[in-house]
């Protein structure tokens, strides 16, 4: 859909307005707050709000447009494809939108996989801003707010006092990125085979099983996220320095070593012209074609779905050596697209 005023595509939540509907009137309050949160964000990776109005009895929401979506459809449409380099990057950026939101003394409360997009680059956004909380004054109370699989200990047992100190309520979504992490790296949260109240009563008993085949940077990370004490919990600004996230390899006691790249290409046997087959690719952008580069990909064979509709500048794919044909996508999506070329690799475009 796009948006009237501006042109713009854009996604939209609506809501039915039912006259003495307790269901209704909470939707709503939700989609209220989540208008009141977001009209003062602006950042990269946070989802933009651009307006809402009530057209006869529907409340709407306009919000940028992201597109294929959520980490949770990611996940389901890439299970066992999404490695260790994707789940830092997604974190990187998870990380950089929390520590703008709680700059602005807000928490989100309910951080998780369906709650976090994803677009074509690879560029992950904070969404559904309807449980956030401004914290306005020196106290705050927690109240319990969020998904159970994903919520910190304090919310379960809600220890902390009217009088009790309003920092420490940024920790119980640094606690919610470390279920995130593991959800991303294994597919489910932390106990996901158990019910919501079932989980909860593990949680208040222990910290969620890290998995054994995350680096050591990974495990330490998600330490650092699941320590019980919320006062101990690193704030998101000192995990965008953390090891885990800044890609430098480290021994954790204080030795490091060059950053790699956002995106980086591992071999798995050397390099060499001949034989582009044996080469894989750990972080790519979230193109449906680029998800194995083993694969064979014919000629005009191939429909490509995870674009988004639009004038897009695409016309070839080109993989180093591998292109695909769009020639069908322009009657696809019924418009011209330029004699364009891409390359994800080095980041270029250049004239067919």
């Known amino acids: 859909m796009f948006y009237r005023e501006t042109g713009a595509l854009c996604a939209i939540k609506e809501v039915d307005i039912i006259p003495d509907d307790p269901k209704s009137a909470e939707c709503v309050k939700q989609l209220e707050q989540e208008i009141k949160v977001l009209r003062h964000l602006k950042h990269p990776n946070i ?8 057209v006869d009895d529907h409340f709407n929401i306009y919000l940028e447009y992201v597109y294929p979506g959520s980490i949770s459809k990611y996940l389901q449409e890439h299970c066992g494809d999404i490695t260790e380099s994707i789940v830092r990057n997604f ?64 919310v379960i047992q809600a220890v902390m006092q009217k009088d009790g100190c309003p920092d420490l309520a940024f ?29 909860m009563f593990k949680v208040l008993n222990k910290s969620p099983p890290i998995p054994e085949a995350l680096s050591a940077e990974g495990k330490d990370f998600l330490l650092s996220c699941f320590r019980r004490n919320p006062a101990d919990r690193p704030t998101a600004l000192a995990l965008l320095e953390h090891p885990f996230v800044t890609g430098h390899s480290s021994d954790l006691n204080g030795k490091t070593s060059s950053p790699a790249p956002s995106f980086t290409i591992p071999m798995d046997k050397p390099q060499t012209p001949k034989k582009p087959a044996a080469r894989r690719f750990d972080a790519l952008p979230i193109l449906q074609v680029t998800r194995t580069m083993n694969e064979r990909l014919s000629m005009n064979k191939q429909v490509i779905s995870n674009l988004p509709v639009g004038n897009h ?13 769009y020639m069908g996508l322009c009657s696809l999506l019924k418009t011209s697209v330029r004699s364009v070329r891409f390359c994800f690799f080095c980041k270029t475009h250049y004239q067919k």
């Open 47 to 54: 989802v933009q709000y651009l307006g809402s109005e009530t």
């Open 91 to 154: 974190t990187r950026h998870i990380l950089s939108g929390l520590a703008f939101l709680h700059g602005t003394k807000t928490i989100h409360r309910d951080i998780k996989g369906a709650n976090l997009l994803v677009d074509a680059s690879g560029t992950v956004k904070l969404a559904d801003f309807g449980m956030a909380k401004h914290l306005a004054g020196i106290s705050y109370q927690l109240s319990l707010k969020g998904t159970p699989h994903w919520m910190a200990p304090e």
């Open 313 to 325: 500048p695409l016309s070839i794919l080109r993989t180093h050596g591998r292109e695909v044909s």
């Open 171 to 199: 920790a119980v979504d640094i606690w919610s990125l470390g279920c995130t992490v593991i959800e991303m790296f294994t597919g489910k949260p932390p106990w996901g085979e158990l019910q919501g109240p079932q989980a």
